[in-house]
């Protein structure tokens, strides 16, 4: 015998070198796709976690006051080039900040003997002389060389005040509403010493091109006035009478009485100072034990009417309370220098900490609210304030807050309007939610037919057929969701809609002729049975769809007369179900016919992996092509199978674009099929480009990715160590 000129024993180093070259190849680009993914998820989680950072306030500039005066406001400009100070003789001074020196004075008005502050964020202020006059002034600039006083329009000053010349200003309110940087309309509120109230107008009339004034007498008197507050518009004013508050509502060219409620909480409450909170929808009312009550409107049965909303327990001992310029919250300042921040709407505390010796008997935010100026002892001291994101909080993402006019608390995703007084509502809760339902459709929708047809064409179909059915299944796959989506909102939508009976008809008929067929053709006899070709059973069911699929869209609408009284939709309207054109029936369908072919083609291959020798084993001992299928098939195809239905939610869940084209992308929670939603992937796609980058929208769209990010990494974790479990678990067969 010849001898083999080569040995299975030698080694091959060519083979060897290739064989570690691949390895490390592979092993390579497996830890660059790890590597890929953690940095994606640390990029994400490093512009989310800003969110969650506390406030922070840093004391900038202190400088010594070098004059005894009493002064009557303060404030600062938004760049924190400079601060102005007003006393009580209406002399101004403008300092500079980088020097603590006065670059400016003049003044308001010599002859003013009473000064008060416009509510808001605006820096307009009424000076009221002895004689009962009133001027209007403003104080403007955005830098240091730009700071100037802006008096009334068109010289409107000293103009007579609807009070008695022998009677003196108790109590004031002022409020200005601008328009295009000038002064649109002005309301002075005045209570003199009998208590008496009325109210001066001052409103810009277009069509001459001049102002005009109108006074209008509210009450003749109370037994007592202690405060008096208005909202910029004019249109309710409240006034304070101990515990007691008056609201007053503007109807016409008239005050009217709203409503006379008690502010105390319980019996033992004592009021100490109201205030508006920004956007003057809400009051903060501090109590004699230093905490803070917030109330604000809630129509109950038709009716508006101002409620306790929520309180906030705040250190001892409280001195002051400055509300936020723009936003929700409040500072309060305690008598040991102690300082807190708070935002109303989460109750979230942002802020607490000994920032000054003392409290400060005057303080004052700029617009920005990035900048405080408080007179502390016998020094101005500037606060840079760092504060980016006071309404986020975990209460704020995922549970219910009461907004300002909401009746209740609930779960908002509200992240723009058209209103400057507007807050952002950000509860994640609506859009996780729809996410989930969107998803859940989908795959009550797309699970049953994927899995069945799966099993068919792996387990019953002939091998000819096969080939037609498994690619064209697959190329599916490659259809746009885009497309997909835009069919389902253009054209799918309508057509359930106008047939809504039918297809909830055909969804119980459908599963019944398939069941029906199948007895049929069992009771037939074996010798017509055996003229189709084995594996091609199937389409005898096609023909029975179609002619089930006409009788119900023809007859939908005797069944709709019979069921419905001739309006489906009316039907479920009367019984408070709403429907909208758009809905999660229509997502169903759309998504679960995108999710089938990746749920179909893992599924079907896992089946048709099984070995051949399993199935043909328990056929050779007597068991039926059903009972090998239910019981050595499927059972070994298992961790393929839910690997399957794995990858299907994924795809379910992260699914943008068939969301976003096929429902009303209405955030709200409601299980109702035949309602919309609104996904996490939705609101990234349609908000993202309108979010200022660096906001708190801004972020929280990055952590609606992070959490979607983090499900579906999750959700392929799971299944993965499922599916090897379930391998390892059925290895023996």
């Given amino acids: 015998m010849a001898a083999a000129d080569f040995s299975l024993k030698e080694r091959d180093k060519s083979r060897l070198i290739k064989d570690r070259l691949i390895r490390y190849i592979v092993t390579m680009g497996g830890v660059a796709v790890f590597g890929a993914l953690m940095l994606i998820f640390v990029y994400l989680a490093s512009v989310v976690i800003p969110l969650f950072s506390p406030a922070t306030l840093s004391i900038s500039q202190s400088y010594p006051v070098n004059t005894d005066k009493a002064y009557s406001s303060i404030g600062i400009d938004d760049h924190g080039g400079y601060f102005f100070t007003l006393d009580e003789r209406s002399e101004l001074s403008i300092v500079d900040v980088s020097t603590g020196e006065v670059a400016q004075q003049t003044w308001l008005d010599k002859s003013a003997n009473h000064i008060v502050k416009s509510v808001g964020s605006f820096n307009w202020y009424a000076t009221l002389t002895s004689n009962n006059r009133v001027s209007l002034h403003r104080i403007h600039g955005s830098n240091l060389n730009d700071a100037h006083v802006v008096d009334s329009p068109r010289n409107l000053q000293g103009i007579e005040l609807p009070i008695e010349a022998n009677r003196q200003v108790q109590h004031t309110a002022f409020a200005v509403q601008e328009q295009y940087g000038e002064l649109s309309e002005a309301w002075l509120v005045i209570a003199d010493e009998t208590n008496a109230l009325s109210a001066l107008q001052i409103r810009f009339n277009e069509f001459n091109g001049r102002y005009e004034t109108n006074t209008i007498t509210i009450s003749n008197g109370f037994d007592q006035v202690d405060q008096i507050l208005m909202i910029p518009n004019g249109r309710l004013l409240y006034v304070r009478m101990g515990n007691d508050l008056a609201i007053f509502e503007k109807v016409g060219h008239r005050y009217s009485v709203r409503e006379v409620i008690s502010l105390k909480r319980d019996n033992e409450d004592s009021i100490k100072n109201i205030q508006l909170l920004s956007g003057a929808y809400s009051l903060l009312v501090t109590y004699q034990d230093n905490s803070v009550g917030q109330w604000f409107d809630v129509v109950r049965d038709g009716q508006r009417s101002l409620s306790f909303i929520r309180d906030f327990s705040l250190s001892e001992p409280l001195v002051d309370i400055l509300p936020d310029s723009y936003r929700k919250g409040f500072y309060s300042f305690h008598q040991d220098g102690w300082v807190e921040s708070t935002f109303t709407t989460n109750s979230n505390n942002v802020y607490s900490d000994a920032l000054f010796e003392q409290a400060p008997s005057m303080v004052a935010m700029s617009n920005n609210e990035q900048y405080l100026l408080a007179l502390v002892k016998n020094s101005w001291v500037v606060v840079d304030v760092d504060n980016a994101y006071p309404e986020i909080s975990f209460s704020a993402l995922w549970q219910k807050l009461w907004y300002e006019n909401y009746p209740e608390p609930d779960y908002v995703w509200q992240s723009t309007s058209a209103d400057d007084n507007f807050e952002p509502k950000f509860s994640l809760v609506p859009i996780a939610?729809?996410?989930?339902?969107?998803?859940?459709?989908?795959?009550?929708?797309?699970?049953?037919?994927?899995?069945?047809?799966?099993?068919?064409?792996?387990?019953?179909?002939?091998?000819?057929?096969?080939?037609?059915?498994?690619?064209?299944?697959?190329?599916?796959?490659?259809?746009?969701?885009?497309?997909?989506?835009?069919?389902?909102?253009?054209?799918?939508?309508?057509?359930?809609?106008?047939?809504?009976?039918?297809?909830?008809?055909?969804?119980?008929?459908?599963?019944?002729?398939?069941?029906?067929?199948?007895?049929?053709?069992?009771?037939?006899?074996?010798?017509?049975?055996?003229?189709?070709?084995?594996?091609?059973?199937?389409?005898?069911?096609?023909?029975?769809?179609?002619?089930?699929?006409?009788?119900?869209?023809?007859?939908?609408?005797?069944?709709?007369?019979?069921?419905?009284?001739?309006?489906?939709?009316?039907?479920?309207?009367?019984?408070?179900?709403?429907?909208?054109?758009?809905?999660?029936?229509?997502?169903?369908?759309?998504?679960?016919?995108?999710?089938?072919?990746?749920?179909?083609?893992?599924?079907?291959?896992?089946?048709?992996?099984?070995?051949?020798?399993?199935?043909?084993?328990?056929?050779?001992?007597?068991?039926?092509?059903?009972?090998?299928?239910?019981?050595?098939?499927?059972?070994?195809?298992?961790?393929?199978?839910?690997?399957?239905?794995?990858?299907?939610?994924?795809?379910?869940?992260?699914?943008?674009?068939?969301?976003?084209?096929?429902?009303?992308?209405?955030?709200?929670?409601?299980?109702?099929?035949?309602?919309?939603?609104?996904?996490?992937?939705?609101?990234?796609?349609?908000?993202?480009?309108?979010?200022?980058?660096?906001?708190?929208?801004?972020?929280?769209?990055?952590?609606?990715?992070?959490?979607?990010?983090?499900?579906?990494?999750?959700?392929?974790?799971?299944?993965?160590?499922?599916?090897?479990?379930?391998?390892?678990?059925?290895?023996?067969?």
């Fill in 433 to 733: 939610f729809g996410t989930i339902k969107a998803a859940l459709f989908a795959m009550l929708f797309s699970v049953p037919i994927a899995i069945c047809g799966a099993i068919y064409t792996a387990y019953f179909m002939s091998a000819r057929m096969r080939k037609v059915v498994k690619p064209t299944i697959e190329l599916m796959e490659a259809l746009p969701t885009v497309i997909i989506g835009f069919l389902a909102g253009l054209w799918l939508a309508p057509i359930v809609e106008q047939n809504l009976t039918a297809i909830l008809l055909l969804a119980v008929l459908l599963p019944l002729t398939t069941f029906f067929v199948g007895v049929v053709w069992s009771l037939l006899p074996k010798v017509w049975l055996s003229a189709l070709p084995k594996g091609w059973h199937s389409l005898i069911l096609i023909p029975a769809y179609l002619l089930i699929i006409y009788i119900g869209f023809t007859q939908g609408t005797f069944v709709e007369r019979w069921l419905f009284d001739g309006d489906a939709r009316l039907f479920l309207a009367s019984h408070g179900i709403d429907y909208d054109q758009r809905n999660a029936l229509v997502v169903g369908f759309a998504m679960g016919f995108a999710v089938i072919p990746t749920i179909f083609t893992i599924a079907e291959d896992a089946i048709f992996s099984v070995p051949k020798h399993l199935s043909d084993g328990s056929l050779a001992l007597g068991a039926t092509p059903w009972q090998a299928l239910t019981t050595v098939v499927l059972v070994t195809a298992v961790p393929g199978i839910f690997s399957a239905v794995m990858m299907g939610l994924g795809r379910a869940v992260g699914e943008t674009m068939i969301v976003l084209m096929a429902t009303g992308n209405t955030p709200i929670m409601d299980w109702n099929i035949f309602e919309g939603m609104r996904s996490l992937s939705a609101t990234i796609a349609v908000e993202t480009p309108e979010s200022e980058v660096g906001s708190a929208h801004y972020r929280l769209l990055f952590l609606a990715a992070l959490i979607l990010f983090t499900f579906t990494f999750a959700v392929n974790s799971v299944a993965e160590w499922v599916r090897q479990r379930l391998r390892d678990k059925y290895r023996s067969l």
